[in-house]
């Protein structure tokens, strides 16, 4: 048997799937693909998480676009984050190219030019179907770790969740919390105080600093209603295929704290809300974030905790997690240990940081008799890329060089007239686009603290009245008591003796 012949059964072998799955591509001996040497994902393992890395152009967006059109054909709804702009082309289909059929000639397999079901959402100014979340859903922990708050500040936030939960004050957006932060330091201080306890000013302002850190980056548009219904991710269309919603991020980049925040509250909510599925034929929903540092760079331990503890159980629901960065140091280790699918694109070694990081990658996959992986690593052409995967059993298969199929979606960004066409077909954007702001807490505390302060001033009026008259009745005794000197010049004994020495006078 020839070494071509062993590598074909090498990878057919590990990669063979007794339910549905995807094809990726076909693996590659040395510079050569084998055609028909099928590198396929189970459906199966799709919920058990994956990495997409490489460097700077070797083709992560064209994977994570192959992956997203091929789970949508599947059936299986799609989350994409698209920072850089360049993904809203799944809604209109290849142009087609010769280099594309080449391609697939020697993977083996057909291409197909196809459009697919494209939702565009978004989380600031940006046009699209607009995602919000209000400040109640958080929750005091949530909330807590994303603004990074010590454990003082922490249990101030959850007094004031306690207390709107208990006076019956929605806290919706950025400007109820603000108001509350007021509230509790000023006119609510003594009942608050008599309730649970005496609060810092320091803490408080400590607090309102970060709140104003959030707003800056475009929190304000976040925070508030219409919250968005995680249900209406997991919608298939007419002919069965998986909505594939793509969440506009290319005005966000310098702002990481809003997109940790809403990556977090995202996966909150879809924990919370999906029931337990366990290991099922099939995902219910995959999220793909792309340029994953910006998630983990500016997180804290806590944050950090909190997205490795979500990571670990949310798989459980149905809800596979891919993250795509250009590196894999770039996702913390315990996160990294749980993703079951790998696609390292190739990468670069200019300097020893370099060479160090690459051969740390390189440790992240299994040992493999066809190929020297930390050399291989630098001499990846685009659209091949290192792959290993779960097989149906839980097992990593081989690991396999694989020249990856193309997208069968356009490789470039709508126009503009074309994504307001998209947007213009949405039924989600008039159920989600219309600003809501119904009386909250910012209200009905403007209300409480305008009726205290009337009430305050009505007390200092009577405290005053009360003062003024106790001073004219006080003023009122001096004036009926008679002068010493006049009731001496006025008595019967004075006046007789000063007429009796008139009388001897005269």
Known sequence: ???????????????????????????????????????????KTLNRHGLIAGATGTGKTKTLQVLAENMSEKGIPVVLMDVKGDLSGLAQPSAGHPKIDERHEKIGIPFDAKRFPVEILSISE??????????????????????????????????IFKYCDDNQLPLLDLKDFKKMLQFITAEGKAEIAAEYGRISSSSTGAILRKIVELEQQGGELFFGEKSFEVD?????????????SVLRLTDI??????????????LAEVYETFPEQGDSGRPELIIFIDEAHLVFDEASKALLSQIESIVKLIRSKGIGLYFVTQNPKDVPEDVLAQLGMKVQ??????????????????????????????????????????VTVLNEKGIPTPLARTMLRAPMSRMDVLTEREIQEVIGNSKLVRKY????????????LGEKIEKINKKKTEDDRKKEQEKLSRRRASSSRTSTRQNPIVKVLTSATFIRAVFGILKKVI
Do not use: W
Request: hydrophobic share 40%.
């Open 1 to 43: 048997m020839s070494q071509t012949e062993a590598f074909f059964n090498y990878i057919n072998d590990g990669y063979a799937c007794k339910g549905d799955f995807l094809t990726l591509g076909a693996g590659m001996l040395g510079e050569e693909t084998v055609t028909n040497a099928l590198v396929n994902i189970p459906l």
């Open 126 to 159: 940006q046009d699209g179907v607009r995602l919000r979340a209000t400040v109640s859903e958080f929750g005091p922990v949530l909330l807590s770790r994303i603004l990074d708050l010590t454990e003082t500040q922490s249990g101030i936030v959850a007094i």
């Open 232 to 244: 209406d991710l997991t919608r298939v269309d007419e002919e069965g295929r998986g909505v594939i």
């Open 253 to 266: 980049q310098d702002k990481p704290k809003l997109f940790s925040t809403f990556m977090l509250q995202l």
């Open 345 to 386: 694109h190739a990468l670069r070694a200019f300097t020893a940081k370099d060479r160090k990081a690459l051969k740390l990658a390189a440790e992240n996959y299994p040992d493999s008799e066809y190929y020297n992986t930390s050399e291989v690593l630098t001499q990846l052409g685009i659209g091949e890329a290192f």
């Open 433 to 444: 686009n219309e600003t809501v702001d119904r009386e909250s807490a910012y209200e009905l």
